[in-house]
């Protein structure tokens, strides 16, 4: 079965299950709100120096709330065994990794998208500026931690304290992803070039290359044992 | 004469850390045959099915599948492979958000090229689930939800149907509608493997038997009428009594 | 078998951690600026690079595994990073005695001490995750998966922490590798690490028959009850 039309099948299902009832990304909208309170108290949001970690705390917000997206994820197969149906079908483990990771992209854009506008206000940060690359950190970054958080959805689905071991598992590894991201949102919000920093984004673009190709690689020893 | 079998398992173990669910099956399932796998439970009844639905794979040995063109043989983890047979394992397989409709669309593009309007509704009436078809999955009654499930089984006139003790916690009219799906299939040709400890209902529609006893292949054979005669004894014949 | 090599490593790493005392205390020169409590940067550092060792022999045994699915794969694999874990946390603990005293600071987030904790979770994830899982095939296929990747992205960790601390410096302890080091600390260093890995060679070896004999006690375990 083509890979790249299996991918958009799976990734509609899930698009459609979601929107049927918002569970997650009305959860995950919450919470991130509920982050930007908190943060609101631990830095001083008129302060120089939280201009400085602006981009640090924006991508903690996104990764916190983020991890309910991914969890979801597989866990939402678990019910009536439908991951079953799928590893069954002639569906290979590629399109249902890729179709549920562009799924996850998709709902993390919108979380992110939506959490933007409401930091600029809260924080005084200008996010405008730049905006175009910004939406590229967003989409690779995004695109980075949903690759590997996608595949260790499916690896944890069965675990017990699979809420609790899926961000220590992915947030070690994906490390250099959101040194990445916050590196080069902190220089975009600053409204400085984004020049020097062309390093951290071949870094961004570099990780989801090898992600996802090991990701895909390994898949069907998740799904199928 | 004997056809070249369907899908065969060639030495096949598995293996949970130095615990062999399943020891040196060689087990062959011949086009056309109905086979009934027996065994109590724990004895890698499902275990050998979810094989064969490529569900997991064999620690060793391997488990084929013929091709079209005779005498090509393929390994059960192709696409094409997969999309010749039908499953019905413990659970449903069925999303509790999407309608009837929306589930047999769904499974239907896996299986296929497309998701023919019409085929949908063929198997919405013979399920009896026409008039909830816009009604999502999790209102649906358990009978109603089992009915779903088959129809998503046989949705792709499969080749091959593996079906996991399918007559457990099955209602009336639903058990009703496997059995003359199971019958209807194997006049057609199909080839069926129905893993299940209900010996009865097993041998009324098996052509062949075999007898899984503590992940070994204690049995393989036609059904006989003296075996559908006293179906108890044979397998107490074939399985050790436990301590 | 088993028991021989690793008796024989045991005693090796006995008799070279006895030298490696020796030659710390009593060989190698004090060091100009900081010290005695200097000679802590033997004990402190070998035992990182063991750890990275060890995360690279569970990458190639669970690549292994993968591939063949022989248990004894396995085993080495959650007996390199059980050790190698060991040895990381040896890293951390000692880091702040001797940061604290020279440098009046317990921490610092440079690119080696920054990849050396990053390596302690993804030790202590894939311990945490065996746990967790009880059925032996599922949990061997799944930790190899996790250590593939942990082992690759460490790799891109500490490169990105390199470049990351380029442009916010922190101090670095112990200066740059083997910065201005007299020849007789880089043979003592050398020593050292080498009776490290011995000693990770013994450990490693013990571990793998534990593994071995609680498959075994498993496997034992889930016959009884299916003839139950």
């Not at chain 1, 830095?43 to 924006?58: K, N, Q, V």
């Not at chain 2, 043989?73 to 192709?78: H, M």
């Not at chain 2, 939800?145 to 499969?158: E, G, K, S, V």
Request: charged share 20%.
């Amino acid at each position: 079965m083509d890979v790249l039309r299996g991918t958009f099948i799976i990734a509609f299902k899930d698009l459609r299950v979601e929107l049927r009832s918002k569970e997650v990304i009305n959860a995950a909208l919450s919470f991130a709100l509920v982050i930007l309170l908190l943060f609101s108290f631990a830095f001083d949001p008129s302060a120089e120096e939280t201009r400085e970690i602006s981009g640090g705390l924006l991508w903690l917000v996104f990764i916190f709330a983020g991890i309910l997206v991914l969890n979801r994820s597989f866990a939402r197969e678990t019910v009536n065994d439908c991951l079953d149906g799928l590893v069954a079908s002639p569906l290979s483990g590629a399109p249902i990794l890729l179709g549920k990771a562009v799924s996850n992209t998709v709902l993390l854009l919108v979380l992110e998208l939506v959490t933007l506008p409401i930091f600029g206000i809260f924080y005084n940060v200008r996010w405008t500026v730049g905006l175009g690359w910004l939406l590229l950190v967003l989409l690779l970054g995004t695109w980075g931690l949903t690759v590997v958080g996608t595949l260790f959805s499916a690896l944890t689905v069965n675990v017990s304290l699979r809420e609790a071991m899926l961000p220590l598992l992915v947030f070690p590894i994906t490390l250099p992803i959101l040194m990445a991201a916050v590196q080069l949102t902190t220089t975009l919000f600053s409204g400085e070039p984004i020049a020097p920093d062309m390093v951290w984004l071949r870094v961004l673009i570099g990780c989801d290359i090898i992600f996802t190709v090991l990701a895909g690689a390994l898949v069907e020893s998740v799904l199928v044992g | 004469m004997s056809a070249a079998p369907l899908i065969s398992a060639k030495g096949v173990w598995k293996f949970y850390g130095d615990f062999a669910a399943l020891r040196d099956i060689n087990l062959d399932v011949a086009p056309g045959t109905t086979l009934a796998l027996l065994g109590r439970n724990g004895a890698g009844k499902t275990t050998l099915l979810r094989m064969f639905a490529a569900l997991s794979s064999p620690s060793r040995g391997s488990i084929t599948i013929s091709g079209a063109a005779a005498g090509a043989q393929e390994t059960l983890r192709s696409p094409a492979q997969r999309r010749r047979i039908g499953v019905i394992g413990h659970s449903i397989w069925i999303y509790d958000d999407l309608t009837a409709a929306e589930n047999l669309e769904f499974f239907a593009r896996l299986y296929g090229p497309r998701a023919p309007h019409e085929k949908i509704e063929h198997w919405l009436k013979t399920t009896g689930l026409d008039h909830v078809r816009n009604r999502q999955a999790r209102e649906f009654s358990r009978g109603m939800r089992q009915r779903l499930a088959i129809a998503r089984a046989f949705f792709h006139d499969p080749e091959i149907l593996l079906l996991d003790e399918p007559f457990t916690a099955l209602d009336d009219r639903a058990a009703d509608l496997l059995s003359r799906l199971i019958k209807q299939a194997h006049a057609a040709g199909r080839t069926t493997v129905i893993s299940t400890h209900q010996l009865r209902e097993a041998l009324a529609l098996a052509t062949d038997v075999a007898i899984l006893d503590r992940g070994r292949l204690a049995f393989r054979g036609p059904s006989t009428d003296d075996l559908r005669a006293a179906p108890e004894d044979f397998y107490r014949a074939y399985t050790e009594p436990r301590a | 078998m088993k028991n021989r090599s690793s008796a024989i490593l045991a005693a090796a790493s006995g008799v070279m951690l006895v030298i490696t005392l020796y030659l710390t205390f009593l060989w190698v020169p004090m060091e100009r600026t900081m010290g005695v409590v200097q000679r802590i940067f033997y004990f402190h550092v070998p035992p990182f690079f063991v750890a990275g060792a060890a995360i690279l022999a569970g990458l190639v045994a669970s690549i292994r595994f993968l591939i063949t699915r022989d248990y004894r794969f396995d085993d080495l694999a959650v007996s390199a990073i059980e050790v190698g874990w060991v040895f990381d946390s040896i890293n951390l603990v000692m880091g702040p005695f001797w940061a604290r005293p020279v440098w009046g600071i317990w921490w610092t987030w440079d690119a080696r001490l920054t990849s050396a904790f990053v390596l302690w979770l993804m030790f202590a994830g894939y311990l945490i995750l065996r746990r967790a899982v009880d059925d032996p095939s599922a949990r061997a296929v799944m930790c190899s998966v996790v250590v593939i990747f942990q082992a690759v992205g460490g790799v891109i960790v500490y490169m990105a922490n390199r470049w990351w601390r380029t442009q916010h410096p922190q101090p670095v302890m112990g200066g740059g590798q083997g910065s201005g080091l007299d020849p007789r600390m880089w043979y003592v260093f050398l020593f050292s690490l080498a009776t490290m890995l011995v000693l990770f060679g013994a450990l490693l070896q013990t571990r793998r028959r534990l593994e071995r004999l609680r498959r075994e006690i498993d496997g034992l375990r889930r016959t009884v009850h299916s003839e139950a």
